[in-house]
């Protein structure tokens, strides 16, 4: 299924997601120490909210967003800023990476747009090059919960996020949570790059 074109949205201001403030999840992450400041590589950056904060409190940070207006006005918010972080416009499913150098990937609402299996999967395994081992990426995404609706962020079930982690990263937490700015429900992942590949099911 092809995928909205973001840059129009920021064109036409159409960005719900754009709240102005860092991910409540994530700051909840950094305050309760679960990950020190590090080479921090956010997927989906926007405007750079984020990774802004992330880089006030000392992460090494580079934004990457597939809209390049999204990443202009980052870059006009950094402007004058001595701050570890840069932005850079980046197909994240289609560029690579330099492999092994992150110890910290996050995305709000970015691994979950993918309605195809395999695009997830690609999204997972790309996290994983990407991560040092022993790396951790955290992700906020919509979940099945909740009522029916007719916006908000798309649904994915449990079994679609294991399907398209686990053969790539050890799911270590995966969770209730909330799109707090909107009251929709939402998944919180977090997963850890191994230094073991995972081992083969024992179910015939």
């Known amino acids: 299924m092809a995928q909205p074109s973001w840059n129009e949205n920021y064109a036409a201001g159409e960005i719900p997601w754009d709240t102005g403030k860092p991910a409540a999840l994530l700051v ?17 950056c926007g405007t750079g909210t984020n990774a802004i904060w992330l880089a006030e409190h000392g992460f090494e940070v580079e934004g990457i967003d597939l809209a390049p207006l999204a990443i202009e006005r980052a870059e006009a918010r950094l402007q004058g800023r001595k701050l570890p972080c840069r932005f850079r416009t ?6 690579s990476l330099p492999e092994d150098s992150y110890h910290f990937v996050f ?3 970015c691994f979950h747009v993918f309605d195809d299996a395999p695009q997830r999967e690609q999204f997972a395994a790309r996290v994983s090059a990407a991560l040092v081992t022993g790396g951790l990426w955290l992700s906020l995404l919509g979940s099945t919960e ?14 679609d996020i294991t399907a398209a982690v686990e053969p790539f990263l050890e ?5 209730a949570a909330e799109f707090s700015e909107y009251g929709f429900s939402a998944w919180m992942l977090l997963a850890r790059k191994r230094a073991i590949p995972a081992q ?3 179910q015939p």
């Open 146 to 159: 909740g009522p029916a609706r007719e916006v908000g962020p798309p649904r994915r079930s449990a079994r």
């Open 90 to 95: 980046l197909d994240f499913l289609n560029t």
């Open 28 to 44: 909840e992450f950094v305050a309760a120490g679960r990950i020190p400041p590090s080479r921090t590589l956010e997927i989906g």
């Open 107 to 109: 995305d709000r609402g």
């Open 200 to 202: 083969p099911s024992t």
């Open 171 to 175: 799911i270590v937490e995966l969770r």
